[in-house]
Nanobody, 115 residues
Framework: QVQLVESGGGLVQPGGSLRLSCSAS????????MGWYRQAPGKQRELIAHITTDDTPTYADSVKGRFTISRDNAKNSVYLQMNRLKPEDTAVYYC?????????WGQGTQVTVSS
């Protein structure tokens, strides 16, 4: 079983940038496909970025060209670089690890985009 801890959230002005980190422990990190999800108030949790075990990324249309997901297996970590942030990016951001039907979640980190 893997434990996930997100960090890096906060308050940022529109057009600004943030880098989220997700640190994993308790498992073999490299075998997990990793994803970043977000959940805004009153909305369902949505997948916004995903990276496979061989480093292939995919993005939701809403963040494509602005967000970049990456992973560092040596550091048991996955990152989400978020640029050109918009107020509609405001949400709690969650890290997810998935392997053969097993799925693990972090506790989430709040991102607020506001002037």
């Amino acid at each position: 079983q893997v434990q996930l801890v997100e960090s890096g959230g906060g308050l940022v002005q529109p057009g600004g940038s943030l880098r989220l980190s997700c640190s994993a422990s308790g498992g073999s990190f490299s075998i997990y496909a990793m994803g970043w999800y977000r959940q805004a108030p009153g909305k369902q949790r949505e997948l916004i970025a995903h990276i496979t075990t061989d480093d292939t990324p995919t993005y939701a249309d809403s963040v494509k060209g602005r967000f970049t997901i990456s992973r560092d297996n040596a550091k048991n970590s996955v990152y989400l670089q978020m640029n050109r942030l918009k107020p509609e990016d405001t949400a709690v951001y969650y890290c997810n690890a998935a392997y053969l039907g097993y799925s693990y979640w972090g506790q989430g980190t709040q991102v607020t985009v506001s002037s």
